[in-house]
């Protein structure tokens, strides 16, 4: 029981400083064991999987990306995995940026290249029904109903929600732009799709002539002079 004790206390209770540990999913509960103590969070891999097992956990382990500490205890690294509290990270859109700008702002801080974005939603203002050399994006309109007036070769410009957003560490590249798109739903369609439909226009129309506006002029007052001219032609 002493033995037990130990060997699942902390390696070092007075150190705080986070260590990245990532379950790939398909890792058994043997893999995350042996894993941890290599990366010396944990003493002994044999009393992880004890525990594990004790406890009827060992099916329940979630994969992810995890920041733990050699000051947590087997079971508190066991109950994180249990939980999925996997590391979180913010990244913020800027309102008018396009899909370059946002590329080059996943690029600049390490996550994806640029090209991997375009790929997925789209390049930059790319035609696809004129250009058949670009590699054709992914379609959402399936999961997403603001979509289904979207021409098909267009890619996501402007549909990409500027704000803040909470991920997890390690999210893909499809997650994010899941995310995106779902916050696009909830604050701009939802509120908007009546008022839309009314006016006998397409979500798309209104994002084509906000991204136009968006671009070229600078204060709102000009913006809704600009808006009201254009849309009587």
Not at 47 to 76: H, I, N, P
Request: hydrophobic share 35%; charged share 30%; glycine share 8%.
């Amino acid at each position: 029981v002493i033995s037990l004790i130990y060997f699942s206390s902390p390696i070092n209770e007075r150190s705080d400083e986070p260590k990245t540990f990532t379950v790939t999913k398909g890792d058994g509960v043997k893999e995350i064991a042996e894993n941890l103590q290599k990366q010396e969070l944990i003493r002994s891999s044999f009393v992880f999987k004890f525990f594990t097992v004790e406890k009827r956990v060992f099916r329940r382990l979630k994969a992810g990306t995890y920041e733990f500490s050699q000051s947590m205890s087997t079971q508190e690294i066991i109950d994180k995995l249990v939980l999925g509290d996997v590391a979180k990270e913010k990244i913020t859109i800027i309102e008018g940026w396009n899909l370059r700008d946002i590329g080059w702002y996943f690029e600049g801080r390490g996550m994806f290249q640029a090209e991997e974005l375009f790929e997925l939603i789209g390049s930059p203002l790319a035609d696809y029904g004129q250009n058949s050399d670009f590699p054709e994006p992914k379609d959402f309109s399936s999961d997403f109903d603001f979509l289904q007036d979207k021409p098909t070769y267009v890619g996501l410009e402007g549909y990409f929600f500027p704000d803040t957003y909470e991920i997890n560490k390690g999210e893909t590249l499809e997650g994010i732009v899941r995310k995106a798109l779902d916050n696009f739903n909830k604050k701009v369609f939802s509120g908007l799709k009546g008022e839309i439909g009314a006016q006998g226009k397409s979500v798309f129309e209104v994002i084509t002539m906000a991204s136009m506006i968006e671009k070229e002029v600078q204060t709102y007052q000009d913006k809704k002079l600009v808006s009201g001219i254009l849309w009587k032609r």
